[in-house]
Nanobody
Framework: QVQLVESGGGLVQPGGSLRLSCAASGGTFGGYAMAWFRQAPGKEREFVATITWGTESTYYADSVKGRFTISRDNAKNTVYLQMNSLKSEDTAVYYC?????????????????????WGQGTQVTVSS
């Protein structure tokens, strides 16, 4: 059974930075696209970023483009999200997810339905 465990969340002031990690175990890591989503109170879960296998192509939500960077270390079965210039609207629970199909990135990579394994989430709070 695949397990995803996020870490690195916390409280940070506006303009600050955080680095989230997601460690995968119990299954195949290489070959699958990995993604970060987030969910604020009272809102639906929304796409943040995704990274493919191999070429490690990346895709971002417009709201985080230029501020967040997704990366992966296949030797460590870990995916990261470096978050810079944080804003109050970035406050949410952040989840990592693994795509449901190996060697495939759907055109709907931004949709939760394209991922079938999820972590438990880590809270990020941006406040002064």
């Amino acid at each position: 059974q695949v397990q995803l465990v996020e870490s690195g969340g916390g409280l940070v002031q506006p303009g600050g930075s955080l680095r989230l990690s997601c460690a995968a175990s119990g299954g195949t890591f290489g070959g699958y696209a990995m993604a970060w989503f987030r969910q604020a109170p009272g809102k639906e879960r929304e796409f943040v970023a995704t990274i493919t296998w191999g070429t490690e192509s990346t895709y971002y939500a417009d709201s985080v483009k230029g501020r967040f960077t997704i990366s992966r270390d296949n030797a460590k079965n870990t995916v990261y999200l470096q978050m810079n210039s944080l804003k109050s609207e970035d406050t949410a629970v952040y989840y990592c997810a693994r795509a449901f199909r190996i060697y495939y990135l759907s055109k709907l990579y931004y949709d939760v339905s394209q991922y079938n394994y999820w972590g438990q989430g880590t809270q990020v709070t941006v406040s002064s």
